[in-house]
């Protein structure tokens, strides 16, 4: 299957500080990738699809000022936390949809960020 | 009401055993459904898609009853390797998007013990 990549795979940072996580298709292209956030044994949630070229969706009570989501390449997507506070300490996974090809509509699931906002 | 509801578990089964988890779904619209299988501390992976005439994948068998709106999977001879929180998970339109979106429920925790 496709391969989607994160980066940091973990970050710890102060309260007010702001995290930049980078997501990468990286054999495949990607118009549509999709940002979710996991709290200890709860279910993925959708914060809101990123799509290529233009502004992210986001999901219903996500702050889009707070989660700032750049979609600038087939290939990347980043998610910044603005202003990070500990309630924001979270497990953040992407995804990514292929276009074409075999694959086509299923999503591939980055290995996640763990975010520890101290 | 969630909108993907699962029994959170855990299933504490020996080797060898047959086990099965249910889902339910309240959104009628849903288009399509999956199993995904996740591993503490990791991202979910496609275990496998639910077809509404059922489809099986080796020892793991997967169904769908589009009118309860209700889906399963069975997993026969379970394997310690099984042990891990299986998701359900249902892919609807996103509203005004249009955009497909997969909606997790919180996941079924087995543990399979020797």
């Known amino acids: 299957g496709a391969v989607v990549s994160q980066h940091p795979s973990r970050v710890i940072c102060k309260s007010g500080t702001s995290v930049k996580i980078e997501c990468r298709s990286l054999?495949?292209?990607?118009?549509?990738m999709f940002w979710y956030r996991q709290f200890p044994k709860q279910s993925l949630m959708l914060m809101a699809t990123?799509?290529?070229?233009?502004?992210?969706?986001?999901e219903q009570g996500v702050e889009k000022d707070k989660f700032l989501i750049n979609h600038a390449s087939l290939t990347l997507s980043t998610l910044t936390v603005t202003s990070a506070h500990p309630e924001d300490s979270s497990f953040y996974i992407c995804?990514?949809?292929?276009?074409?090809?075999?694959?086509?509509?299923?999503?591939?699931f980055g290995p996640g960020t763990r975010l520890t906002v101290l | 009401r969630k909108e993907v509801e699962q029994d959170p578990g855990p299933f504490n089964v020996p080797e060898g055993a047959t086990v099965a988890f249910n889902c339910t779904y309240s959104n009628s619209a849903s288009q399509s459904f999956f199993w995904y299988r996740q591993d503490c501390r990791k991202e979910p992976k496609l275990l496998m898609s639910?077809?509404?005439s059922g489809n099986e994948d080796g020892r793991f068998t997967a169904q769908l009853n589009r009118a309860s709106q209700y889906i399963s999977l069975l997993i026969r001879d379970s394997k310690l390797s099984d042990s891990a929180t299986y998701l359900c998970?249902?892919?609807?339109?996103?509203?005004?998007?249009?955009?497909?979106?997969?909606?997790f429920g919180t996941g079924t925790r087995l543990l399979v013990s020797p």
């Open positions: 054999d495949f292209q990607a118009t549509t």
């Open positions: 990123s799509n290529e070229g233009s502004k992210a969706t986001y």
């Open positions: 639910v077809y509404s």
């Open positions: 995804s990514a949809r292929e276009t074409s090809g075999p694959s086509y509509n299923e999503q591939f």
């Open positions: 998970v249902v892919n609807a339109h996103g509203g005004h998007t249009g955009f497909q979106k997969l909606v």
